[in-house]
């Protein structure tokens, strides 16, 4: 609690507050834009992070993220089409609201439940993220075995999809991780001779491939896809009477996408989806849902955004991704040498705070620009796709060669763009994937150091109290899915 | 519910081995058992330096639960049958094609030519038509995009016979 000072530390940091202002301003970019996002936004500005300190980069991409979860918004209220997939349940009302030619009052209350979310979530960070990481000094090998092996069963039974599809998925990253050297022998492992392959596969070819590269071969089956625009006069505030209706709305969802973004899952796109479906259960009026309903909006955006402090804290206290963005964060602090967990708390509580306090203020920057350039960010979805997608492609090639100068990355880049645009045909989300390959050596490290100290006794990880509860964990979240299919079948 | 039950039905008379369920389960498979082949491969560490497991190890078992998995969503696929896609455009086998064309031209004649001829296929094959924007997206915009990277992040870009007129 003594560091909580250090939060106001990027007000008075003019390079800090100038990252800020154009993270913001890129991530309302990337949110408004279909297809891209503040994921394959963040993974397509990891190579440029690398000319910033550490903090500027982490700032910048916090930045993003924040900014283009709401932006999201404004394409669903506009177009009726999901900037991100966390504000696909923003549409369900959004648009319906804005076609009565009421587009800015949704507008208007998309901004200020998402700011509401926002900061609320931060606040959940600020607090919660120092309590996780002391937990954590209780840890040991086994430990972060049976967490890593948690957090994969969860995104697996919470996300989207089928689960074992996404378990699959989820597999695949892990198995990318395998390739190179290994870590402890030196021995080569599926390098099939090629030198460049020895130091492993990088994050960057495998994070761009399967976002930027997939979207774009995806895109390509939709060129003859027409958006219906509604017209934006201005965005509004919500009125007294809008308050009313939903500020109960907006701290439910405020905490349901907090408290979903903790969990190792896929945080915003999950919690609006529950935060929506929570404003219809408590609501008077639940006929209105799905017409242009006001708590519809407030309830998917409030809990979209307030996922986005939730998923921080597993991804600064524990190095597990609450998210996908987060995965793609949890990246840029790899490649910057900061390794996140117990010790970052310890050591450098500057940096963390800076992070928060940096949150904070870009939340109050997209409400500003939010509410007086809504109308200009969405005429940038006017930029069309047949010119959109090949700069797209342009700035991905020359991001993941720069990283390493290597071709190589490259031509894997294109490789994971297709097997990103296959999984995602066939059902298979590639979230997993990502957070498979990060948490790849955490799993196999960690599994192979508790052998050693277990002198290969597996039945050693049933004796240490927290990997048990983390492994029970495990089988309930794996279970979940069953329990949720029975009680469909019962009630057909 | 009958729409479903014709649906289901109407999956059942395809054939087995064309169902999308089928052939995606079977090229995961394929490519697992290759894989998994290839572990055996791998040096076996002495008894003397091993710590905990071989090397091989671990991918072993990656590879024979992400095939065990699988099979667990065919059959299950099988009761309920996944939608079949539709058929994919050809914009899309020509923007995989640009991907080739960018391979063999950035291999073996030069990088910013490969992008430059990709993003022309792409965008005209997409359906742009206008010369002035064909050339902003294939020449003004990697132009760009190479000397921002090429100055502010000091990038030295692999040679070819574009590149190497800009490096003199």
Redesign the interface.
Known sequence: MENLGLIFAPLFSYKLLIVLFFGTIFGLILGVLPGLGPTTGGALIL??T??LDPLSAIVLLTAIYCAGTYGGAITAILINTPGTPAAAATCLDGYPLAQKGEAGRALGMATVSSVIGGIASVVVLIFFAPLLANLAYEFGQPEYFALAIFGLTMLASIGEG?P??N??AG??G??IS?VGK?F??S????T?GINELTEGIGFIPVVVGLFAISE??TQ??L?NQIFNRVALKAVKLPSIDDYKKTWKTIIRSSGIGSFIGVLPAEGGTVASLIGYAEAKRWSKKPEDFGKGSIEGIAGAEAANNAATGGAMVPTLALGIPGSATTAVILTGLIIHGVRPGPDLFREQPEFLYGIFGSMLIANILFFVLGFFGAKIFARITLV????L???I???S??GT??LN?S?ID??LM?LF??IGFFMR???FSVVPVIIGLILGELV?GT??????IFD?NWLMFLQRPIALTFFVLSLIALSFPLIKRKKKNDKV | MNDVHKEKGTNKSLSLFFKSSFIVSAVIIVISSILLYFTFTFDIVPPILNRGIQPATFPKALLILIIALTLLTYFISLKNPWKNEKKLPNSFYITLLSFVVFIIVSKFLDFFLGIALLSIIVSYFWGERRVTYLIMVSIIFPLIVFVFFETILGLRFPPGIITNLYYG
């Open positions: 190579p440029f690398m000319t089928s074992i599809k378990l699959i597999a695949f892990i198995l395998t290994d402890m022998t021995i080569d492992r599926f099939f774009m071969l390509s089956t060129i069309p796709n047949k010119l997608w090949p700069m492609f342009a700035v090639v020359c060669y720069s100068q071709i490259v031509w294109l763009g297709v045909r066939y059902g196999e599994l192979r150091q508790s052998l050693v290969g």
